[in-house]
């Protein structure tokens, strides 16, 4: 069993540099990632089939993490 299996993993900033890194981590790590952006959708899809290519479990998310409405959405 994977040390992260059945949990949860939201990263904000997920879509580039550290934040990507660190979703495909907790992806390999058996976590389903929810990879947050805020402008930058191609990059955030390109974790996300990343993820999936591995066998792990990924969607991303858009949100403005300023506005309550979209972190309760996120």
């Known amino acids: 069993m994977k040390s992260l ?3 949860v993993a939201i990263v904000t900033g997920g879509s580039g540099g550290i934040g990507s890194a660190i979703c ?5 790590d058996g976590a389903r ?6 402008g930058h959708q191609d990059a955030a899809d390109e ?20 506005k ?6 996120l």
Do not use: F
């Open 47 to 66: 974790v996300v089939t990343k993820i999936k290519n591995n066998g792990g479990e990924a969607v991303a998310i858009q949100a403005n993490l300023s």
């Open 33 to 38: 990632v929810i990879v947050h952006y805020a």
């Open 68 to 73: 309550v409405e979209d972190v309760t959405a």
């Open 5 to 7: 299996e059945g949990k």
């Open 24 to 28: 495909e981590r907790l992806a390999l």
